[in-house]
């Protein structure tokens, strides 16, 4: 089993900073591509910010210059530094990540994280 579990949501004012963290444990062969993504209620799940096994990173624009992506792969370990935050910022926060389990190391499945709430007052 493959777990992700996620930290770090909370209340901040309009221009402040945030760190989420999503941890993935189990019986994991190997991990791929990390991401996180963000949905409202009554709207679709989109991506934030992507980073590759190697650690190339992809951004939407709406965040780029004000989001960082990045892992820690000896910890299995993403992580999404947010600062400038906005109102518009709220959401809900997912982690995603493609993961090889123990048991089929030959395929990849994609896991999502319980999510965790982030909100932003002006």
């Known amino acids: 089993q493959v777990q992700l579990v996620e930290s770090g949501g909370g209340l901040v004012q309009a221009g402040g900073s945030l760190r989420l963290s999503c941890a993935a444990s189990?019986?994991?062969?190997?991990?791929?591509?990390m991401g996180w993504y963000r949905q409202a209620s009554g709207k679709q799940r989109e991506l934030v910010a992507g980073?590759?096994?190697?650690?190339?990173?992809n951004y939407a624009d709406s965040v780029k210059g004000r989001f960082t992506i990045s892992r820690d792969n000896a910890k299995n370990t993403v992580y999404l530094q947010m600062t400038s935050l906005k109102p518009e910022d709220t959401d809900v926060y997912y982690c995603?990540?493609?993961?090889?389990?123990?048991?089929?190391?030959?395929?990849?499945?994609?896991?999502w994280g319980q999510g965790t709430q982030v909100t932003v007052s002006s």
């Open positions: 995603k990540a493609r993961i090889a389990g123990t048991s089929h190391y030959w395929r990849e499945d994609d896991y």
């Open positions: 980073i590759t096994s190697g650690g190339s990173t």
């Open positions: 189990g019986s994991i062969f190997s991990i791929n591509g």
